[in-house]
Structure formats: C-alpha cells, structure tokens
C-alpha cells in the first residue's frame, strides 16, 4: 500500500471473518478513522520543540498506510537536547521533591481524564485491542500514584549507625544523576516510555527519550500532558529517528540509561554505557514459561492462559509462548483453552469489543509465520490458528496454539514476539520446573494451582524475575511497590518499587565525626590506641550492634 493510498482505508471493521475460526469484532456505527484522530493539528502540537534536521513518518499497523510526517533527529539534534536537558536539570532538581512528586499526582489525573485520546493513538500506532491498550494506561496512572506519593520517602536523607557509635554520625544522600537516557520500545509506547521516566522525573533527573518512530506520538502525547501538569518542557526531550542512528547517540551522552528492548541490542547497550563507565538499567526479551499444576482449576487455568498468551497479540515482554500442563489434566485443559482461542475476536475498531488486534508490522509478521511454519514443517500440529487474517489487516494473525513442539523447533527456544504459545505436558512438578527454567531468559512466569501455598513454593524455585500464581503477568507487574525485571539474559536492574527509582539516583554518604578523631588521641599511643579499638569492637559486637 502507497501513502497516498492509505488514508482513504478507514480504520473500521465489519461483518464476520471467512479466512479462519476467529470471528471478526463488529465495529460500531460511525467508528473514527486514522484521519478522525491524527490531525495536523495534533502533529504539530505534540511535535513542537521536537529537535528535527529531517523528516520521517510512522504508519498504523491495521492498515499499513502512513500516519504522520514526523521530524528526524540528527546526532547534531541529540546533542542538542541533551544540552537544553542539562541546563534545565540543575533548576528542577533544586526543586523541592514534593512539588516534583505533585507533578505526577496531577499526570495522573489528565491521562485518566482523557484517556480516550491516548488510547486512540495507542490502537493506531500499535495496532492492539483497545482493553489491551488500556492496560498501558492502568500502568502508568498506577506508577505516577506510587511515585507521587512515595518519592519523598524513598529520597528523603536516611540516617544510618556511624563507625563510633554517638562519635560518627552518618547520613544518606539521594542525588540525581543528571539527565537519563531513555531508550523506548515500540510495543507499550505509553507505559514503556513515560512509566519509565516518571521515576526520573520525581528523582530530579531531566530525561531525553528516544521513542520508536512507529509508535512516538503516543510518547509525544504525555510529554505534552506532563508540561501541562507542571513539567517543565526542557526537563524532557524526545529525539526521534532510526535505532542504529539516534539510539547510540542518546547512549553517548546521558548520565543514566534505561533501555527496553531485546537482549542483543541490550549487549550492545551496555558495552556502550560501560566504556563510559555509566550506569544502565536493561529490560530484554523472554521465553515465559506458564505451569498449569494437577490440582489447578482447569476453566480458570483456561481463561487465564488466553490473557497470558495473546494479550497485544503476544507482543508483551511478559506474556507466555511456553505451556506446561500435567499429563492427567492436559486433555481437559486444551479442550477448554483451544475452544477460547477459537472464539477470540479480532479486530481493528478504535472501541472495545476486540479480543486480539494487529501485530505491529512485516518483521514480526514474518517472525511468527517464520516460527510457526517451521514447527509445522518438522512435525508439529497446530490445534488452533496458524494462519494470518489479510481480509482484516495486513499484520493481522490469528492466535495459535502449538502441540508437539520439540528442540530443534525456533519456536521452541527463539522468542517468538506474537500470538503464538507451544503446548508441553510433564508428569512431575521437579520436571516441570526445570524445563521451565532450561532458558537462557528469566524475565516472567506463571503458576496454577487451587494451593496457594504450593504455587508460591514453585514460584520460589522458578528462575524468573516475577512470578504469578493464578494470574499471567499483570498482578506482579502492578504490584508497583515491589521490583520487576529480568534474570540471566532478560536484563540488570528494576523497575517499581524503591529500586525503581533509586537508580535513577547517586547515594552519597555524609559522616560527621564528634567530640574524638578515628586516631590516637587523649595521650594514646599508636599501640594503646589500637588495644582500646580491639575492646570497643568486642563490646559492639557483644551490644549487637550492626
């Protein structure tokens, strides 16, 4: 399709679909289109202050046509706003952290008051249901409460039990790092762009973002709704343009990066930012692994396996590909899951009603035909899906169920990155566990049982990063108090939680010695002195002091 083409497809979606089992969701009367949402007005709002030598242009995935003309950041245009960001950072970081923190309370009141706007754009860029693109917003207005509430006592100066007790007095100091680099992904262009930097932000930081170019006007949409909340406009940057371009660049010249993305390209992140001997935060790919336990509800087991395998089509970090059922359920379990995978809707309407959108363009069209095909061709059975949906859009593939995968499969080892999930059956929960944990990933998996107990007794031996019991992905990752990341060769570092945010932070220690100096003094010899040390160590340790 040419561009001139495209706007003249609406983004609607009618009558019911022939190519395969999944129904087609019915579109309501008067559905808006691309053209509806995506007005010059709008372009021009969100990119302004947008540093751009150039010029590109992103598309929607349900109907391949373009979206915007966009501006195009050159190295020159990087290192620009990284100099705006750094001559802003000193002035909000002075700022008291309440205010910093007030900014976020009132972001989260915007995005929830028009969050139909945001969702809009999430559709069209990404092309996912809207329930799934809601789920972007549930993060973010999630993430902004927790650190608009909790950042002044995760920063607040700590004070700490000094090498003399009453002599030394110690306290902890929190300072931003400066200005963040933020590399962003194009799969959850909301909650993996702006829910990454509201941390930054509270913690005094200023931010320049790189966003992906298919998906950087929903990025650009919260820029835009975090200066109306109080940010001030220098403090955060977008740059826009190629990753193998503008990515490096942002590398080059930030303080602090924060990167998602898949694991190669996360190598090559942090060889970049350890020669320059600065800190990252990395989140990389998966191969989610999903334990469905003998003594499990298997209808609920089911339904739940559907969100965790197809929600965003599969195009989540966190979702599951890899399914392990015990033999004496597996029979009931997959005909009650392949009948709910059958039944999903798909479907390209800017409203709710959709089970499962688009993927996201030709590449990841082609990994998961590429994957799929290949099991297939090897000897696996496709018990549901298994072909794409061009009648409905031209990424569109329906979600697949995969029976009798083995090594050497791609699908059985590769991330696939799609609405594609491989069924395994084990006999033994020691068995269970350690094909789940046979991966080079370890970013997320999930465990069902009708014993709580049990299920966390898994979890604990699980080499993940979080753990779900009776739920796929979404209770560990909004349970923003408490970290979430990666393992072995899903990435370093966390978001959420106090570590969320204390990266984005340099600790100092601040120690006031009192009344004696750490030397002989009082007529102390050298010898004398270190006799006295060696008794006040055996009473501080006979006192329990730590």
Not at 186 to 205: K, R
Not at 230 to 238: E, H, K, M, R, S
Not at 364 to 389: C, F, I, P, Y
Not at 410 to 420: A, W, Y
């Amino acid at each position: 399709m040419t561009d001139s083409q495209a706007p003249e497809k609406a983004i609607d979606a009618t009558g019911t679909g022939t190519a395969g089992t999944n129904p087609l969701a019915p579109a309501p009367a008067g559905a808006r289109t691309a053209v509806d949402v995506v007005t010059p007005e709008l372009v021009a709002q969100l990119t302004t202050g947008v540093a751009g030598s150039g010029r590109t242009a992103n598309h929607t995935p349900f109907t391949g046509g373009k979206l915007a003309d966009l501006p195009e950041s050159t190295p020159e245009d990087v290192a620009g706003a990284f100099e705006r960001a750094r001559a802003a950072q000193p002035v909000w970081a002075a700022t008291p952290v309440r205010q910093r923190a007030a900014v976020l309370l009132r972001f989260h009141d915007l995005v929830l008051a028009r969050q139909a706007e945001v969702l809009d754009l999430i559709q069209l860029e990404t092309g996912k249901a809207r329930l799934h693109a809601h789920e972007e917003v549930q993060a973010v207005v999630v993430a902004a409460r927790h650190y608009g509430r909790k950042a002044p006592s995760y920063l607040k100066p700590k004070r700490h039990a000094g090498a003399m007790p009453t002599l030394t007095r110690v306290t902890e100091l929190r300072h931003p790092r400066g200005v963040v680099g933020q590399i962003a992904p194009w799969n959850y262009p909301l909650e993996l762009s702006v829910g990454d930097a509201l941390p930054a932000f509270a913690a005094g930081n200023a931010v320049v973002m790189k966003p992906d170019t298919e998906t950087c006007l929903t990025a650009l949409w919260a820029r835009d709704l975090l200066i109306e909340a109080g940010l001030p406009a220098d403090v955060f940057q977008v740059v826009i343009g190629d990753g193998p371009v503008v990515g490096p660049e942002v590398v080059k010249h930030a303080d602090y990066v924060s990167f998602t993305g898949s694991t190669r390209t996360g190598r090559q992140v942090a060889q970049s930012a350890a020669a320059r001997l600065v800190g990252v935060s990395l989140e990389l790919g998966g191969k989610n692994a999903m334990l469905v336990l003998q003594d499990a509800d298997v209808d609920k087991a089911a339904a739940g396996a559907v969100r965790a395998c197809f929600s965003s089509a599969g195009q989540l970090c966190i979702s599951i590909e890899r399914l392990y059922v015990h033999e004496s359920i597996a029979d009931a379990f997959l005909e009650r899951f392949v009948a709910r995978t059958k039944a999903m809707r798909l479907g390209n309407a800017l409203a709710y009603g959709a089970d499962m959108g688009s993927l996201v363009g030709e590449r990841q069209l082609a990994a998961v035909t590429r994957h799929v095909d290949e099991a297939v061709a090897k000897g696996a059975k496709v018990l549901a899906g298994g072909v794409a949906r061009p009648d409905i859009g031209p990424y569109f593939y329906e979600p697949t169920v995969l029976d009798g995968v083995e090594a050497p499969m791609s699908v059985c080892t590769e991330e696939t990155f799609g609405p594609v999930v491989s069924i395994y059956r084990f006999s033994t929960e020691d068995e269970a566990i350690e094909r789940a944990n046979s991966t080079p990933y370890g970013l997320n998996s999930s465990v069902w049982t009708k014993d709580g107990r049990r299920g966390r007794a898994v979890a604990a031996r699980l080499r993940t990063g979080t753990v779900n019991v009776n739920e796929g992905y979404a209770p560990a990752y909004g349970s923003v108090q408490s970290p979430m990341g990666g393992m072995k060769d899903s990435g370093l570092g966390r978001r959420h939680g106090s570590e969320g945010i204390l990266k984005y932070t340099e600790a100092q220690t601040v120690a006031h010695q009192r009344l004696l100096p750490m030397a002989p003094s009082l007529g102390m010899d050298d010898e004398k002195y270190a006799a006295f040390m060696s008794r006040s160590l055996r009473v501080m340790k006979a006192l329990r002091l730590r």
